[in-house]
C-alpha cells in the first residue's frame, strides 16, 4: 500500500486556496500543512476537509526564536505565540505542532527561562491532546534537551535541513524512534542553502532517505516542504507542472521507502 503522500500549502506562490486544492487533487495528494498564525485558517481548513484534504500540522512561528531562551518581552511574546499556536491546532482540530528550538549558528544556549516556557507549552499541548514535533535545525543539543526533558516530545526530520546545516550528522538513527512528521525537500548540500527543491531535482541522496524512513516504521504522512521561490530553478514552470513533477517525485520516494522496507 503505497503511503498518503503531502505538500505544503502555498508552495507554489501565492494562489487562492480552492486553486491549490484542485492542483493537490488532480496531482494525488491528499494531505497538507500550513502555518499555526495563517490568518485565514477560518476558511481553509473547512475547505480542504470538504475536498478529503487532512491538515496534518501546523508549523509554528519561528521568526524570533531564539528569544525563547531569553529573559525579555520578546522572549514572553514568543512564548505566547507558541502557546496561541498550540491552541490553534486543538481549535481546528488538527493534531500536531511543528516548531524550531532555536535557528542561526549562534543561538542562546539551552536555559532555566527556556526550560520554563517549553514545558508551558508542552503542558498545555498534553492538556489539549496535540502532538508537539521538534524540527531539526542546526542544534543537535536542543533536540537532544527536547527528547530527554518531555517524554510526549515527537520529531519532525527535515532531511532537507540536515543535508545542507548539518552535513555528515545523521538524525535518524537517533531520534528516528519518535518520528512524527516529515519535511521533504531536496538542496545541492551547500552549507546553508536551504533551496526547498522538488525531490530528485538537486543533490540530496534520496536512497539514503527512503532508508532511513523505512527503518524508521513511520507509516504516516510523505510531506513535501517545497518553496519554489527559493531557486530560480522553477522560474518558468507553471503551477499545473510544479504539481505534477512535485507529484511524481514524492510518488518514486513512495515506493523506494516500500521497497527498503521488504
Sequence with gaps: MSAKLGINLNCYGPLPVDEQIGLMKRNGFEACFTGSENRDLDSIIPAL???GISCDNFHAPFDKINAIWKDSETGEEMCARLLRSVEACARYE??????????????PH?????????HKIMDLADGLGVAVCYENQRMLSNLAFAFEEFPAARFCWD???????TPGRHYMPLFGDKLSALHIHDNHRVFNGDDHMIPGDADIDFGYVAAMIAGSGYEGTLML???????????????????AHAAEAAGKLS????????
Excluded: M, Q
Aim: hydrophobic share 45%.
Design 159 to 165: 532531511c532537507g535541513h540536515e543535508f545542507c546545516f
Design 225 to 243: 516542504e517545497l518553496i519554489r521561490k527559493k531557486t530560480d530553478f522553477y522560474d518558468d514552470w507553471t503551477a499545473e507542472r510544479y504539481y
Design 110 to 118: 539551552v536555559n532555566d527561562i527556556g526550560c520554563e516556557r517549553w
Design 49 to 51: 476537509r470538504a475536498a
Design 255 to 262: 515506493a523506494a521507502i516500500a521497497a527498503a522496507s521488504l
Design 94 to 107: 488538527v493534531p500536531a505542532l511543528v516548531v524550531h528550538l532555536s535557528s542561526g549558528l549562534t543561538p
